[in-house]
């Protein structure tokens, strides 16, 4: 089956600054790859994906990168505010299955 | 509606005690997923149904039994439960095909287990 690598498993930030968050994938047949934050008490929420055949995909301060020979990919935050601070998954899609790496505590420093 | 709803929102019960966790979504989709999440770790698929048949179970112990009645609807009926299983339970659905896999999460039912 598949399995899913992230790190690192917290990270702190200074207000301002990048935050970048890898993961790796084992299953050369993932397609699909989502990343979800979830804040306390609270459900996972999408924040952007990317498809097999697509290399990069950004929405505002949030940025997606996927090496597909490498089986990795990248989730990049710029000018982090306080509201960013939550616990961020990756996760890669396989015949219906969603395998989530171990997920990334995010904290942002004001 | 991009909303899926899960009832109840908290849930204790004891170790002999019978219940069912709800969920519900109108979108359209097909595929309806549970998932159990422990505290600060990744949610862990339990159930996936799709076009309200069972598709996957990951090898899940037979006091969770799900159901899916219809295509917006889909239950977790517990029964014996251990304190072990205390947990957020989410459900998800989705869209089926090569081009819509985006799931989307309910809220969850955060159980107790006594």
């Known amino acids: 089956g598949e399995n899913v690598e992230q790190h690192p498993s917290t990270l702190s930030v200074q207000e301002g600054d990048s935050a970048v968050i890898k993961c790796t994938y084992s299953?050369?047949?993932?397609?699909?790859f989502p990343w979800y934050k979830q804040e306390l008490g609270k459900r996972p929420q999408l924040i952007i994906d990317?498809?097999?055949?697509?290399g990069e995909k950004k929405d505002q301060r949030i940025a997606v990168t996927l090496n597909k020979t490498a089986k990795h990919f990248s989730l990049h935050i710029t000018e982090t505010q306080p509201e960013d601070s939550a616990v961020y998954f990756c996760?890669?899609?396989?015949?219906?299955?969603?395998?989530f790496g171990a997920g990334t505590t995010v904290t942002v420093r004001a | 509606d991009t909303e899926v709803t899960q009832t109840p929102k908290h849930l204790v019960m004891g170790m002999t005690n019978k219940k069912s966790l709800k969920c519900e979504q109108h979108m359209g989709h097909r595929a309806m997923y549970w998932y159990k999440q422990k505290a600060k770790k990744p949610p862990e698929l339990m159930f996936v149904?799709?076009?309200?048949?069972?598709?996957i179970n990951e090898s899940v112990p037979s006091r969770f039994s799900p159901e899916c009645p219809n295509s917006s609807l889909l239950n977790l009926h517990l029964h014996a439960l251990q304190p072990e299983d205390s947990a957020l339970y989410l459900c998800?659905?989705?869209?089926?095909?090569?081009?819509?896999?985006?799931?989307?999460f309910g809220p969850g039912t955060r159980l107790t287990v006594t």
């Open positions: 990317i498809r097999s055949n697509v």
């Open positions: 998800a659905s989705s869209q089926v095909g090569r081009s819509s896999y985006e799931q989307y």
């Open positions: 149904y799709s076009y309200e048949k069972l598709s």
């Open positions: 996760a890669a899609h396989n015949d219906y299955k969603l395998s």
């Open positions: 299953d050369s047949a993932s397609n699909y």
